[in-house]
């Protein structure tokens, strides 16, 4: 399927932060501060959660991240080629999940939290049910 298919929902980058070069910047999924139980969290203890969360959404991308070139053995192959033969790469509004920890957080200018992070960190594009 390709990027466009996969699209819900075009977001709009208001943080201020620019990603760079294999760089991605990801809102992350909001994290409880309470149990289940309804007792609330320690701040320490809500620190650990965002910074271990694995779920966000693609808010913009760098200009060289996703953007793979493979080797055969008569030619290059260029990123749409790659595409058009069925590898999926995300884009911006899909949501993805990383690896716990990876990348920076970072305060945009619109007062959000942002992770910015490489793109070799992305992992998985995702429904957006799944939590």
């Known amino acids: 399927m390709k990027?466009?298919?996969r699209k819900t929902m075009t977001i709009k980058n208001e943080s201020g932060i620019?990603?760079?070069d294999f760089h991605v910047l990801l809102l992350m999924d909001e994290v409880d501060e309470k149990t289940s139980g309804g007792i609330y969290l320690p701040e320490d203890e809500k620190n650990k959660k965002k910074y271990s969360q694995i779920y966000g959404q693609i808010v913009d991308?760098?200009?060289n991240a996703f953007f793979e070139w493979i080797q055969t053995s008569d030619k290059i192959k260029t990123q749409y080629e790659i595409?058009?033969?069925g590898a999926v790469t995300p884009d911006?509004?899909?949501r993805v999940a990383i690896s716990s920890y990876a990348g920076k957080l970072m305060k945009g200018k619109?007062?959000?939290?942002?992770r910015l992070c490489n793109d070799e960190d992305v992992?998985?594009?995702i429904?957006?049910?799944i939590s």
């Open 61 to 63: 991308i760098g200009s």
């Open 110 to 114: 619109d007062g959000r939290e942002y």
């Open 3 to 5: 990027s466009e298919e």
């Open 92 to 94: 911006i509004g899909d």
């Open 127 to 129: 429904d957006k049910e």
């Open 83 to 85: 595409e058009r033969e």
């Open 18 to 20: 620019k990603p760079l």
């Open 123 to 125: 992992s998985a594009i």
